[in-house]
Nanobody
Framework: QVQLVESGGGLVQPGGSLRLSCTVSGSIFSISNMGWYRQSPEKQRELVAAISPGGRTNYADFVKGRFTISRDNAKDTVYLQMNSLEIEDTAGYFC???????????????WGQGTQVTVSS
């Protein structure tokens, strides 16, 4: 069974940086499109960034130029480097394997626990 385990969240001041990690079990990582989502109490879950098995990336407009998604297929891990964090970035962040073509992306697997990012002064 595929499992998604996110880590790396925390409390950071506005303008700060964090790097999130998501490790995927189940021997499907290297052939999977991967993505990061986020959800806050005020908003529905929204897609943040996606990356293909070959490394092609796409980003939501609200993170372009600030966030970078990457992957290490040898480690079955996808990363989200978040720079210039804003208070509005506060949310739980979740990864998932994806189906579809940007921007019509659908998450495939049951959600993991996610990792909380809190941006506050």
């Amino acid at each position: 069974q595929v499992q998604l385990v996110e880590s790396g969240g925390g409390l950071v001041q506005p303008g700060g940086s964090l790097r999130l990690s998501c490790t995927v079990s189940g021997s499907i990582f290297s052939i999977s499109n991967m993505g990061w989502y986020r959800q806050s109490p005020e908003k529905q879950r929204e897609l943040v960034a996606a990356i293909s098995p070959g490394g092609r990336t796409n980003y939501a407009d609200f993170v372009k130029g600030r966030f970078t998604i990457s992957r290490d297929n040898a480690k079955d891990t996808v990363y989200l480097q978040m720079n210039s964090l804003e208070i509005e970035d506060t949310a739980g962040y979740f990864c998932n394997t994806l189906a579809g073509t940007w921007p019509k992306i659908t998450p495939i697997r049951p959600w993991g626990q996610g990792t909380q990012v809190t941006v506050s002064s």
